[in-house]
T-cell receptor, first 111, second 114 residues
Framework: GIQVEQSPPDLILQEGANSTLRCNFSDSVNNLQWFHQNPWGQLINLFYIPSGTKQNGRLSATTVATERYSLLYISSSQTTDSGVYFCAVALFGNQGGKLIFGQGTELSVKP | DADVTQTPRNRITKTGKRIMLECSQTKGHDRMYWYRQDPGLGLRLIYYSFDVKDINKGEISDGYSVSRQAQAKFSLSLESAIPNQTALYFC?????????????FGPGTRLTVL
């Protein structure tokens, strides 16, 4: 089956620093989403981005579908950015729309 | 998203008990999903439903059953709970366009089986 790999697995930043999280996937996809899981366990949609670039405030994401990777950029990080960031994909022809999740990147932003 | 609600939010039960987790959505979406998350891992799909009459097994359906009572309601049951079903359970919905659309997740149910 498709493999979804995220890097780095852990990241510690000082408040105000920038970071880049990466998601590699092993097959063609028609759905890619980035989520933030906060320390209370809630999953928050960040981006639906099967291709191209999107920005939302201090966050932006780029997916290069032909090269099978996506990047999530966090600029001027804040302590509230702490938590786990997940990339999830669904395959072309997958009529169920089943998302396959990576293992996540755990981000800790220190004040 | 507040549009997807789950009850209960936390539940502690004993081995062998039957329990039901409920999910409701006000998004008007046809597709609903149940996922499970174990500590330190991503989510895995348990069951999914295209509409009231169409229910499908996911990656890890053994030990679980589901019921789609209406477009807006999708319940997950553990017929006889066991400790390794201790996990965080998420319900999700999507509009349904062959997978190429956003999935919206509920707040999760934290289940502990003693």
């Amino acid at each position: 089956g498709i493999q979804v790999e995220q890097s780095p697995p852990d990241l510690i930043l000082q408040e105000g620093a920038n970071s880049t999280l990466r998601c590699n996937f092993s097959d063609s996809v028609n759905n890619l989403q980035w989520f933030h899981q906060n320390p209370w366990g809630q999953l928050i949609n960040l981006f639906y981005i099967p291709s191209g670039t999107k920005q939302n405030g201090r966050l932006s994401a780029t997916t290069v579908a032909t090269e099978r990777y996506s990047l999530l950029y966090i600029s001027s990080s804040q302590t509230t950015d702490s938590g786990v960031y997940f990339c999830a994909v669904a395959l072309f022809g997958n009529q169920g729309g089943k998302l396959i999740f990576g293992q996540g990147t755990e981000l800790s932003v220190k004040p | 998203d507040a549009d997807v609600t789950q009850t209960p939010r936390n539940r502690i039960t004993k081995t062998g008990k039957r329990i039901m987790l409920e999910c409701s959505q006000t998004k008007g979406h046809d597709r609903m999903y149940w996922y499970r998350q174990d500590p330190g891992l991503g989510l895995r799909l348990i069951y999914y439903s295209f509409d009231v009459k169409d229910i499908n097994k996911g990656e890890i359906s053994d030990g679980y059953s589901v019921s789609r009572q209406a477009q807006a309601k999708f319940s997950l049951s553990l017929e006889s709970a066991i400790p390794n079903q201790t996990a965080l359970y998420f319900c999700a919905t999507s509009e349904g366009t062959g997978g190429a659309d956003t999935q919206y997740f509920g707040p999760g149910t934290r289940l502990t089986v003693l």
